[in-house]
């Protein structure tokens, strides 16, 4: 058995090398409208069969909210076998997502309060090699709109919507570099997948086993759903000058033996578990290594059992924690999801803010939100999945946590030879400002979606 | 703040799935008990649990437990199948083992019969209900912690 990547959309299979995308928020109109807006649209999305490189602009994909389905007119019958986390929707499961209630994640903000997640019926996605192209691809897509009587959600108070961009190839806004660990996934059954490769049911819908179960499981619903997929939709605000000032004052204070330069990219690396170059910490403690930078050739149980160089709570430690020892509950395993993003907004540089939006336009994928996303933040939030956190198991990830979870700690702790050190009062970098949970049909739903 | 599961079902009332009842109630203690004890000790993150058979009309099934309740059905799932199929086999309504015997539809399933309790949980940022605690927000690993020697 083999997929067909021609009736899955290419940004699941992809991640795409143009430098500028735009996301656009619509609200299906009565009726058939939605139907119709498709049906002109599906002509233009990307699948994976298409030679990229040589496409012309956009690429092109959109993602469809549960609510979109049920304003398409979807069965309600087939929309019952979906999985139960898409379902519920984010503002559900906000605790999960860190996103509670009274803090800046709060989803009561989100979109900046113009309108309600549950508002948002599609996303389309555009990529573009430019601005200009970009510009041409979204006045397009808003014309078609508009034809069919879609009602586009603007996100921002000051009616600008959301623009990614590489100012520098694969630099994130805090000076990491990212797209460097994505699974390796066997897209057939042909023949025994190599160590370390991923079967791809855990990323397309409509091939539900017992090993790798995903929902609809069976019947007319997986057969609509199958070669789709499912993803979270993340608006992320980060605040830069928080982080660099963080860095500038701790990293010193941390390390006190090292030059202060030094000790702040000592201790931005710290919590991410790589140098900001991408060399892993667990491969080269010491410094960042170019031939090391790509390198995803390291394993934790036991090159860095006691987190002397990779400390537990880094964020590469908790969402991909490879080989460490999990708790008897986790009996899934480590989930593993694809990586849609990049970031939005000017790059800053300092310790000043200067009031500009920016941060990360993400997207997560996968056949079971409940255990490829859903588990993960859950991990992000409070790092509690496996005994090496038994020192702090309401320790949380020190990039992307929210300290304002009850039952969470706002402590980082640094084991270091000797004695290790602990961070108190980590400050929040990130906040939430946007989620929707999608269904990326594939090529069967989205022909009977345009029907 | 612990959480709670308050799984309610209406029991099937036909003779044979009374008899069933008894049989299961019968062996409870020498059967049932030791096969949950093992499970719910080896998650390290259930504080309470029971089951109760109302007026042989309706069974509950009773837990607080700590963390997150889609990862908690689902290890519920596979270490105690047989546990749960046969008491889903007395539930009047309740779909056949087969057809929820995947991480989904278990968890929908049991959800849709948890009760919420009365009242809201202070500080928990779930709606389900209220629950008193006398150990705060401590959890079974914490508090077993305490107890090890040493403290």
Known sequence: MKVDLGRVQALVVTNYRRPTSRHLLFHFGAGASGRAFLRELVRRITMADAELDPAPDPLLNIGITYNGLGALGVDPGLLTKFDAVFKLGPRAVNMALGDVADSRSDPAN????????????????????????AQDATQSVRDLARINALTELIPRRDGTILQGRWYSRAKMHFGYTDGISYPDIRWDDDAARAAGQVDFRHFLLGYSTDECPSAPARGPAAEFARDSTYGVFRWL????????????????????ELP????????????????RDGTPLVLSPERPDPELAASNDFGYAT?????????????????NPRDTPLDPIVVDGVPRTLRRGMPYGSPLQGTTDDGVDRGLVGMFLGADLRKQVYTLTSWIVRNDFSPVYDANRRAQDPLFGNRAV??????????????????????DFVHTKGTAFMFYPGKTALAELAH | MAMSLNFTAPLKQDPESQER???????????????????LAKSELVHFARILVIDNKYIQVLTE??????????FFRTELPSVFEHIF?????????????????????????????????????????YMFSAFGDATVREIKGKFSPGN
């Open chain 1, 110 to 133: 989100w979109w900046e309060g113009r309108f309600a997640t549950e508002d948002v019926h599609c996303v389309v996605h555009l990529y573009a090699r430019s601005d200009d192209a």
């Open chain 1, 237 to 256: 605000y980060q605040d830069v000058a928080a982080f660099n000032l963080f860095l500038s004052t701790e990293g010193p204070r941390l390390f006190p």
């Open chain 1, 260 to 275: 202060p330069a030094e000790a702040e990219e000592l201790l931005a690396a710290k919590m991410m578990g790589r140098w």
């Open chain 1, 303 to 319: 090159q860095d059992p006691d987190g002397m160089r990779c400390p537990f709570s880094a964020h590469i430690r908790i969402v």
């Open chain 1, 406 to 427: 009850p039952g969470t700690s706002p402590d980082f702790i640094v084991p270091r030879p000797g004695g290790g050190a602990t961070v108190k009062g980590l400050p």
């Open chain 2, 21 to 39: 009842l008894q049989q299961l109630a019968a062996v409870f203690t020498d059967q049932v008990q030791p096969v949950i004890d093992t499970a």
């Open chain 2, 65 to 74: 437990f700590d963390g997150d309740p889609m990862g908690y059905t689902e």
């Open chain 2, 89 to 129: 086999s007395l539930v009047e309504g309740a779909p056949p083992w087969k057809e929820i015997d995947n991480p989904n539809d278990f968890y929908e399933y049991t959800h849709s019969l948890n009760l919420k309790a009365l009242g809201t949980a202070p500080d928990s940022g779930y709606d389900h209900g």
